[in-house]
Structures are given as C-alpha cells and as structure tokens.
C-alpha cells in the first residue's frame, strides 16, 4: 500500500480540470511555509511549498479566454491572513491558514455562476494550505496566530489548466474599476 506522499508523488492522478488561484507574493509564501517547518515530522504526509489561495477549482473549460471574460471587470482585491485552521477529513487533516477576502468570495461566486464546474465544495472557504497531516493531528496546531494580520493586494490571479503552466487573469485596479451603478 502506498503512503499518502508516495501517492503524491507516484499515483496522484493528473488533474483534467482547470483551476484558478492567487499566488501568494513571496513575504506571505514563506511565512506559510516556516510554519509547516515548524509542525511536528510525525504528524505531516506532506508539505505546500507553493502556498496559494484557490478561487475556484474543478472548472471544466481549458481555455483561459472563458476566464477572464468572467472577471474582466473585476477588480484588484485585499486579502489578510489569519489563524490556522483545519479541514477534518476520515484520511488527512488539511492544515490551513484562513483568509480573510471578500473579493475571493465574490470572485468564486461569479465564477460558479457562470463557468461550468465540478466543484464539489458547496460554501467556499478561502484559505491557504500549509500541510497535510495525519488524521486527528490537526487540532494541536489549529489556532495558531504565526501569519495572522499579514496582508496584499491581489491584483492578478493564475488560471491553472490540467496540462500544466499558468496564466495571467489580471484585475483592475482600483482606479479604473467600473463604477457600481
């Protein structure tokens, strides 16, 4: 049997959906990455390293055009950092540091409107994942305050297709941002 690393590395299947997602600025990567430095060896089946906040995953469409016809008048949005968090699941503890945006929310809500998705998370959750963890392991660490307050700007997000690469979705800034009517 493989371990949820080996699975990782080995026999993770390829995705076949696209996502979109904030790239945290290299400041914020790093603190989020010191803490899963920082978590027990024994407790961790594997660490982000590229830490990064998903607006909307499970989009079916590969062409980033789709995308940002939906956010093109979206514009740049804040975003902080907060405590950690956990997703509590029967074979892995998603260690998590929460985000505070409610840009991303109205972002994610638009793009489920009106971009064809599998998404299988009916309320959206933006958070940036720092490990994952043995199951029941989570709980010691949740609370904790290492990234909470650190805070950007987002104004651009990655559309992330299954065959691998990135691609720019930029957002407006605020001054030229469409008036709300």
């Known amino acids: 049997m493989l371990s949820f690393t080996q699975f990782l590395v080995e026999a ?10 904030f790239n945290l600025p290299s400041a914020l990567a790093r603190a ?4 899963g430095r920082t978590l027990a060896p024994e407790d961790i089946l594997d660490l982000e390293l590229k830490p990064h906040v998903t607006i909307l995953g499970e989009i079916s469409t590969m062409r980033v055009q789709n995308v940002r016809h939906v956010l093109r008048d979206e514009p740049a949005c804040s975003m902080q950092l907060g405590v950690l968090a956990a997703f509590e699941l029967s074979d892995v503890d ?3 540091v929460a985000v505070q945006s409610p840009g991303f929310v109205r972002m994610n809500l638009k793009l489920r409107q009106q971009v064809l998705h599998k998404n299988p998370y009916p309320v959206y959750t933006p958070h940036a994942t720092v490990a994952y963890l043995q199951p029941g392991t989570a709980a010691a660490y949740v609370g904790g305050t290492q990234c909470a307050g650190m805070s950007c700007l987002a104004t651009q997000l990655a559309f992330c297709p299954p065959y691998g690469g990135q691609y720019t979705i930029p957002l407006q800034s605020p001054s030229s941002s469409p008036s709300p009517s």
């Open 12 to 21: 993770r299947p390829q995705p076949t959906r696209s996502s979109v997602q």
């Open 32 to 35: 989020v990455v010191a803490v």
């Open 94 to 96: 998603v260690l998590y």
